[in-house]
């Protein structure tokens, strides 16, 4: 569901999944997780859905002109989880070992880097990197939080800096 508000009122609709692809699975299962707007009428909204395969997929409903439209972002399972629009038309958002990055109208998917800068002690990541959430002031530059698993098997926190909003993130 996405609910709006506008004039006061709260109006609530089922979100668009018409024209995914691959397509939904005949029992739905979709879910939403995280929304941001970079102005009244542009918003972002993201979460997963199991599609036809019966697979996780990262999916986006994106809100211009009045229109809600859904895409499919490719990437692993459990979806994306959060999302910033520093811009209008301009989003980024992270998911479970990857990001999706709007841009030109369209959203593309990207791996982040292989190991954490932060802490270049660290082993490469054992398992993918899990995001928790995203900001970004502007369109060039975001920060996204969350964790990952060492090869030992101990988890430790993460914070990526991304100087531009493109699908090729640099960490530092």
Request: proline share 11%; glycine share 12%.
């Amino acid at each position: 569901m996405i609910a709006t508000l506008a004039g006061g009122t709260w109006t609530a609709l089922t979100a668009p999944e018409a024209g995914l692809d691959p397509p939904p699975a005949a029992n739905p299962l979709t879910l939403l997780k995280g929304v941001s707007c970079a102005k009244p009428g542009m918003c972002a909204v993201v979460g997963d859905y199991v599609n036809t395969s019966d697979r996780e997929a990262g999916l986006t409903e994106t809100l211009n002109d009045g229109t809600w439209t859904p895409a499919a972002v490719p990437g692993p399972a459990d979806g994306l989880f959060s999302v910033a629009c520093p811009a209008s038309g301009s989003c980024v958002a992270v998911g479970d070992g990857f990001f999706a990055a709007l841009s030109g109208g369209s959203w593309e998917s990207g791996a982040p880097p292989p190991n954490p800068s932060a802490n270049p002690t660290q082993p490469p990541y054992a398992q993918s990197i899990n995001s928790g959430g995203i900001a970004c002031p502007t369109a060039s530059s975001c920060v996204a939080v969350g964790y990952y698993e060492d090869t030992a098997g101990a988890f430790h926190g993460l914070i990526e800096r991304q100087e531009t909003v493109t699908t090729s993130p640099t960490t530092r």
